[in-house]
């Protein structure tokens, strides 16, 4: 039968070790694009990312492709997200997939995000094969890489494809072992129907395009369909494939990945894990494993300019009809004014729609530090979630807080482990274990506060190991702590857009770091701005920007009139991207530079 002739994979890799390079080599060897069509659908491919803003480079894509056993087979290769952030997406496909690709550079060996995903797959019962891609580099060492997969994750790796995806060397090696080794699908095409959403994207014209996997049953177009988790019925509009660009079909059947589209208006009514099912003929349970995903870390938008509140209420909304995990609530601020208080997955989705409100919808935003949710248990006995510091009830009124607390791996080599020890204890880790991977590498857990791995955590990992260490982390649970609110003044003023919840033993210290950064970046007045950084009433750091002495301009008077003008223009550029606090004002990169440890 035809179900017996597809195979449905994904291709799960540390990031850089040649995922999207494999998933176009197996695209041109399979022969069905033409190098020039090849060029397009990736150029269309690109526009789709700059839609969805987050990089997804390669794509869920159809395959045909003709084994050695004269039989042709269609390859369903099933895109992943390459993101801690967006492990439960990861998971999604991988639940869509009998088999996955475990690419492994032949010079870098096994590395935290690799292992994570080889686990998302095996809590899929994935059948995992391994592929050493790089063989070409001088540096590679495909034998050590073999015994290292055996050791580690324990693969059989005698008949491993040694691979070069960027000079295609033994490509079809892996389009063999796919075949073979990869199982096909199961499912009764005539059970109710049961459809995986494992990603999903809008767009103006044909609304929510959902991407699935029919697990039971057939799905086709005018059926009436109903989302298992949120109770919503629609009619299917149409059904279709990947071959990558979208190509209509009569039906997908049990086995079949495909898309389907059928006028839904937001992604949240497709979430990404939910299970299609008829709405006149439904199954009687879900497909198992869907998570409503929720906020990790959250932070306040504030427009620079405060008539842009609407434009910026317009952005968020058009970028979340696209973005479940998104979310906003209008806020406001006594020092910035108008904004919105933003959830997000996880640091990079942050910085992701940062960036996203910035170049696509050309607003000039002020965000504040990044929090992630207090439990705090009152005194009265309420329990209450906090997610601004602003909102922190005064602490006579606090029983206890607790924060959440993450579960983390960290793989180095082994003369690093020193330097992560240091900055794991300097973020308030807890060793939980540390294992050898091999006579080199290590693998070392921590128990890391979330709060403390928000702050450029990776980035201090990465300088302290020369870029070596990788990392990997997911929620564990809330613990209680001695946490405190950090207030910052500026001449005597708090700025609520600075506050942030902190360990007390880290209070001093963050304290002062943010005075000293602000004293750098806040410009001369004049008159002296004190900055000081206070729990409660008690100040804890203090700096000083001196007044100014002199005008600007007193030294260019009788000097040439160009001068004297560029001088002011430079001004007025610099005032535009001022905040008024009070009678001081602040430019917008010391709401960033807060953001940042040293
Ligand atoms: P992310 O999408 O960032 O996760 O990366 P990726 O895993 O998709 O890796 P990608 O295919 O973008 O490759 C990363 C880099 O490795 C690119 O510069 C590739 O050109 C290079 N690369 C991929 N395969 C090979 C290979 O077989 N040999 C060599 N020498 N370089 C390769």
Redesign the pocket.
């Known amino acids: 039968s035809r179900q017996n002739r597809v195979r449905n994979f994904s291709?799960i890799?540390?990031?850089?070790?040649?995922?999207?390079?494999?998933?176009?080599r197996l695209i041109e060897e399979t022969g069905l694009l033409t190098e020039r069509e090849m060029k397009e659908q990736i150029l269309d491919n690109m526009d789709l990312e700059r839609e969805r803003g987050i990089?997804i480079?390669?794509q869920t894509t159809r395959l045909v492709y003709k084994a050695k056993d004269g039989n042709e087979y269609i390859l369903n290769l099933i895109d992943t997200p390459?993101?801690v952030d967006f492990n439960y997406e990861v998971s999604r496909s991988l639940a869509a997939c009998e088999g996955a690709l475990l690419?492994v550079?032949?010079a870098q060996g096994i590395e935290a995000q690799t292992l994570a995903n080889v686990y998302l797959a095996l809590d899929q019962d994935l059948e995992i094969i391994p592929v050493i891609?790089?063989?070409?580099?001088p540096s590679?060492r495909p034998e050590e890489i073999k015994k290292e997969i055996e050791d580690v994750i324990g693969l059989d790796c005698s008949d491993i494809p040694l691979?070069?995806?960027?000079?295609g060397?033994n490509i079809e090696d892996v389009l063999e072992s796919i075949v073979q080794k990869i199982p096909a699908p199961k499912g009764d095409s005539g059970a109710p129907l049961k459809a995986l959403i494992f990603d999903s994207f809008y767009d103006s014209y044909k609304g929510v395009t959902a991407y699935i996997r029919v697990v039971e049953g057939t799905i086709k177009p005018g059926m009436k369909i109903k989302m298992m988790a949120t109770d919503k019925e629609f009619e299917v509009s149409e059904v279709g494939i990947f071959t990558p660009s979208q190509v209509p079909v009569d039906e997908l059947r049990a086995g079949d990945v495909g898309y389907v589209t059928a006028s839904i208006k937001n992604v949240r009514d497709a979430r990404v894990g939910d299970t299609i099912t008829e709405a006149d003929r439904p199954a009687n349970k879900p497909l198992p494993g869907y998570k409503k995903v929720t906020p990790m870390v959250y932070c306040g938008v504030y427009p620079a300019e405060g008539e842009d509140f609407n434009n910026v209420k317009d952005a968020l909304e058009k970028l979340q009809v696209n973005d479940a995990a998104l979310t906003f609530e209008p806020e406001t601020s006594a020092a910035l004014g108008f904004g919105f208080r933003c959830g997000f997955l996880g640091l990079l989705h942050m910085e992701i729609i940062q960036e996203r409100l910035e170049r696509e919808f050309d607003l000039n935003i002020i965000t504040t530090a990044p929090s992630v949710i207090y439990k705090i248990k009152k005194k009265d006995g309420e329990i209450i979630n906090i997610q601004n510091p602003t909102n922190l009830p005064p602490l006579t009124e606090i029983e206890y807080m607790e924060e959440p607390i993450v579960e983390s791996s960290i793989m180095a080599p082994k003369e690093y482990v020193g330097p992560i020890m240091e900055l794991c204890q300097a973020r308030r880790g807890t060793l939980k274990n540390m294992e050898y991977l091999d006579q080199t590498r290590v693998v070392l857990h921590y128990d890391l506060p979330l709060n403390e791995v928000i702050y450029d955590f990776f980035d201090a990992l990465k300088s302290k190991t020369k870029g070596f260490a990788s990392l990997d982390y997911e929620l564990k649970g809330y613990e209680r702590s001695d946490l405190v609110k950090l207030d910052i003044l500026i001449n005597k003023e708090v700025v609520d857009a600075f506050s942030i919840i902190v360990h007390r033993e880290k209070a001093y210290e963050r304290g002062r770091s943010i005075a000293e950064k602000l004293k750098e970046t806040i410009p001369r007045h004049l008159f002296a701005i004190p900055i000081q950084a206070a729990i409660g009433s008690k100040i804890v750091a203090r700096e000083t920007v001196k007044a100014l002495r002199k005008d600007v301009l007193a030294k260019c008077y009788g000097g040439d009139v160009s001068r004297k003008k560029k001088l002011l223009q430079k001004q007025k550029e610099g005032k535009k991207r001022m905040r008024q606090l009070g009678n001081v004002e602040v430019p917008q990169e010391a709401f960033l530079s807060v953001l940042k440890f040293d």
Not at 133 to 137: A, F, G, P, V
């Open positions: 291709i890799a540390h990031i850089d070790h040649g995922k999207s390079t494999l998933a176009d990089t480079k390669l390459g993101h690419v550079d032949a891609n790089k063989i070409d580099l590679a691979i070069s995806a960027k000079e060397i």
